[in-house]
T-cell receptor, first 116, second 113 residues
């Protein structure tokens, strides 16, 4: 069964550094998402992406965050200047269609980001 | 977004059925009921979804109350591998574009031998 893959599985960075988290969504999916989960807390929506543009974003997704689909297969999340509070597990997800067809989201197993 | 209420935790014995309840009294007519689960150290995983009728798939069954204000996820025979946090989520139908899932705290299911 096709799956969403994320790399790296664990990223350690220093405060103020830029990080790029990478995801390969399922190949025929059209909608892409980033979520994060701080240790012991809820899974939080960050951003959704369709047709090469952001379709929705949360308050968490401020100017320090950006997303890109640089080619036909990758979907990336960039954090420009990391803060300690960005330490979390970041999950990428994709779905075949959007809400009107209610296709499920398929999640990757996440990248654990540790900011020191 | 319409909210859901789930028990914080439930316990089950292996190979017994498990009924995980969810209340969603403010559900609207265009909300689908979705269930996801999150195994330890993994991303959320889709389980099942429905609108009005009961639904079955290889993982579970979803029983939806007639007034749609509550639903129950049924695992027919729990295994140790089913120990996870189970999330009941309402997802609105949109006419276009992806729409997010909003996760709550879910129900932590513990399965014992």
């Amino acid at each position: 069964e096709p799956e969403v893959t994320q790399t790296p599985s664990h990223q350690v960075t220093q405060m103020g550094q830029e990080v790029i988290l990478r995801c390969v969504p399922i190949s025929n999916h059209l909608y892409f998402y980033w979520y994060r989960q701080i240790l012991g807390q809820k899974v939080e929506f960050l951003v959704s992406f369709y047709n090469n543009e952001i379709s929705e974003k949360s308050e968490i997704f401020d100017d320090q965050f950006s997303v890109e689909r640089p080619d036909g297969s990758n979907f990336t999340l960039k954090i420009r200047s990391t803060k300690l509070e960005d330490s979390a597990m970041y999950f990428c997800a994709s779905s075949l269609t959007g809400g009107s067809y209610n296709s499920p989201l398929h999640f990757g197993n996440g990248t654990r980001l540790t900011v020191t | 977004d319409a909210k859901t209420t789930q028990p914080n935790s439930m316990e089950s014995n292996e190979e017994e059925p498990v009924h995980l309840p969810c209340n969603h009294s403010t559900i609207s007519g265009t909300d689908y009921i979705h269930w996801y689960r999150q195994l330890p150290s993994q991303g959320p995983e889709y389980v099942i979804h429905g609108l009005t009728s009961n639904v079955n798939n290889r993982m579970a069954s979803l029983a939806i109350a007639e007034d749609r204000k509550s639903s129950t996820l049924i695992l027919h025979r729990a295994t140790l591998r089913d120990a996870a946090v189970y999330y009941c989520i309402l997802r609105a139908i949109l006419t276009g574009g992806g729409n997010k899932l909003t996760f709550g705290t879910g129900t932590q299911l513990k399965v014992e031998l």
